[in-house]
């Protein structure tokens, strides 16, 4: 007689789980907020905007914001911010979605893959040392799936290289290293604020910065409208026009909604905190599986638990493969799905695409192989047989979150009746981006 649901057993998973995974929130305070920009007719203005940006800085501690109309458009002007140009090398983890690097293609830049680290899953600083040549010039610190990077190791090794840090917060709004808040501990940061992140206010995105210099390039980059404000004197004789040819201005409507999603934004945090606690709680001491998250009682968040992420363990669990693992959860009842971000040194645009008409590949600049030198990320190219997702609980159910947990304890526990028909993992599996839905 089976007990797994995949195998006719009874679904673990019973009851509706309600709005417990809807997202994003959106309250009364955001509708009203974007119909009175609709009603001002100031779509395309920027006062929102900017005080938009005054407050999330200061939620920061930082001197200065720029709001974008995306992620990708903030983190181009922190890369081109920070002085990004020809013949440069950026480090970037090669875990970790396109746009935390791909952008510096255009700035006539290389993008150079470091490893991670197997706990964290964030930029392993070892490996990051060990890339760094004479080009490279910054490197970039993704706090994945809301789990801070190692910023004691990381920036001493920056400094001592005299490179600029640019961190990636789309995954981490809120998260706390420390005492200090993720966003904070580099010399420029960039944010996705789209609607499936923890910070959701639909599409657009943030720079954070306490560098003039750094908020004045990024802004000739892509606000010509906002050119009055610089006061970099190098720069100012090319205002009026934006030097990349970009138009990055935030619409106010995400500007509007992001003003009342700061007011709500920390009683969301911390309900989804005591929800995915709760539930990894339950699931203390089950075989193969344990969260991605920093250990109980040291000083670092997860703020929004972005795509909470399971370690998975086969060697636990007598060899099942995570993609049989997560169609059982699925058969519960359970929304589970192996892997993660796949590893960007093994896309084609990295090593051989030619996007610019140049004769070479795009990633190669004047090195013959066209190929990052050391393409050795052991850890990165095997993550994806030991990872899932888990479900991102926004509220806090403890009724709910026992059946999720007792569905997930249940697989762990009766994994020999799914050995026997277990395909494995398929090949290249993971995707480009994280969205269940594509
Ligand atoms: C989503 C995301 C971005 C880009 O954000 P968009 O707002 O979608 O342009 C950048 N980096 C990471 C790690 C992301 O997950």
């Known amino acids: 007689m089976s007990k797994l649901a995949i195998n006719d057993g009874e679904k673990a998973v019973k009851s509706c789980p309600g709005d417990i995974l809807t ?12 119909l009175e920009v609709l009603r001002t007719g100031n779509m395309s203005g920027t006062d929102i905007t900017r ?18 109309s995306s ?5 181009h002007c922190a890369i081109y911010g920070a002085g990004i140009g020809e013949g440069d090398e950026i480090i970037c983890p090669s875990i970790t979605y396109w746009a935390s690097c791909a952008q510096v293609l255009s700035l006539g830049g290389k993008v150079v893959f470091a490893d991670i680290d197997p706990e ?30 190692d910023m004691d190791r990381i920036m001493p090794i920056a400094r001592k290289h005299n490179l600029k840090v640019i961190e990636d917060v789309s995954h981490a709004h ?24 923890s910070f959701a206010i639909g599409e657009a995105g943030i720079m954070l910065t306490n560098d003039k210099e750094i908020y004045d390039r990024a802004l000739i980059l892509g ?27 935030m ?26 606690n709760y539930f990894w709680d339950l699931l203390e001491g089950v075989p193969g599986i344990k969260p991605h998250c920093p250990p109980k009682g040291s000083n670092i968040t997860m703020g929004g638990w972005y795509n909470p992420l399971a370690h998975y363990n086969p060697e636990s669990l007598g060899g099942l493969s995570v993609t049989r693992f997560c169609e059982a959860l699925e058969a519960e009842g359970v929304p589970a799905r192996p892997g993660c971000n796949k590893a960007l040194h093994q896309h084609p645009l990295f090593s051989t695409i030619d996007v610019y008409n140049q004769g070479r590949p795009i990633n190669a600049m004047k090195t013959p192989s066209g190929r990052q030198e050391d393409m ?51 090949e290249g599996s993971g995707g480009w981006c994280l969205s269940f839905k594509s």
């Open 251 to 276: 619409h106010q409507m995400s500007s509007a909604v992001g003003l009342e999603q700061l007011k709500k934004y920390p009683a969301e945090m911390a309900e989804i905190d005591k929800a995915m």
């Open 51 to 68: 005080r938009f940006e005054r407050e999330f800085a200061d939620w920061h501690g930082m001197t200065c914001g720029l709001g974008c």
């Open 376 to 426: 050795n990320l052991p850890v990165s190219d095997g993550i994806q047989s030991r990872i899932f997702t888990v479900p991102w609980f926004k509220r806090y159910y403890p009724d709910v979150i026992e059946e999720y947990a007792a569905a997930i304890r249940k697989v762990a526990w009766n994994c020999e009746e799914l050995l026997a028909d277990d395909p494995g993992n398929p």
């Open 23 to 34: 997202w994003p929130i959106v309250n009364k305070a955001m509708e009203e907020a974007v």
């Open 71 to 75: 992620g990708t458009a903030a983190l």
């Open 223 to 249: 606000h010509h409208r906002r050119h009055a404000a610089l006061t970099t004197e190098s720069l100012k004789e090319g205002a009026g026009i934006p030097w990349g040819g970009y138009k990055y201005r």
């Open 120 to 149: 964290t899953l964030c930029i392993d600083p070892d490996d990051m040392e060990r890339r760094i040549t004479p080009r490279t010039k910054a490197v970039v610190v993704v706090h994945y799936c809301a789990r801070p990077a």
């Open 174 to 197: 809120g998260a706390m290293y420390k005492g200090k808040m993720v966003g904070a501990f580099g010399d420029v940061s960039g944010f996705s604020l789209m609607s499936g992140k």
